[in-house]
């Protein structure tokens, strides 16, 4: 069992920025593909970024050259860059993990761990 806690959410101007964290207390995480996902309010959640246990990563399009995904293995922790936050950006962000190898998988159902989730908002 893995327990992952998010943090770093928060209020930010528009075109701000904002790095999520996501930890696991009591596990490592070296060998876990990790995920970012996100649910606005009346929407479904969607796929934000994603990195292997190897540092290969993948992004959606809709965040790509604005959102930094990376890990630090020594602390077991995975963070989120978030930079020229948009109105479109809003939303609770959870971290996902699966035990996996190879490219991080960025399908949803894949990821058997989450956290809680921690809230981005963004204001004009």
């Known amino acids: 069992q893995v327990r992952l806690v998010e943090s770093g959410g928060g209020l930010v101007q528009s075109g701000g920025s904002l790095r999520l964290s996501c930890a696991a207390p009591?596990?490592?995480?070296?060998?876990?593909?990790i995920g970012w996902f996100r649910q606005a309010p009346g929407k479904e959640r969607e796929g934000v970024s994603w990195i292997a246990s190897d540092g290969r990563t993948e992004y959606a399009d809709s965040v790509k050259g604005r959102f930094t995904i990376s890990r630090d293995n020594a602390k077991d922790t995975v963070y989120l860059q978030m930079n020229n936050l948009q109105p479109e950006d809003p939303a609770v962000y959870y971290c996902?993990?699966?035990?996996?190898?190879?490219?991080?998988?960025?399908?949803?159902?894949?990821?058997?761990?989450w956290g809680q989730g921690t809230l981005v908002t963004v204001s004009s």
């Open positions: 996902a993990a699966d035990f996996s190898q190879g490219p991080p998988p960025t399908q949803e159902y894949l990821y058997d761990y």
């Open positions: 009591g596990s490592t995480l070296a060998r876990y593909a």
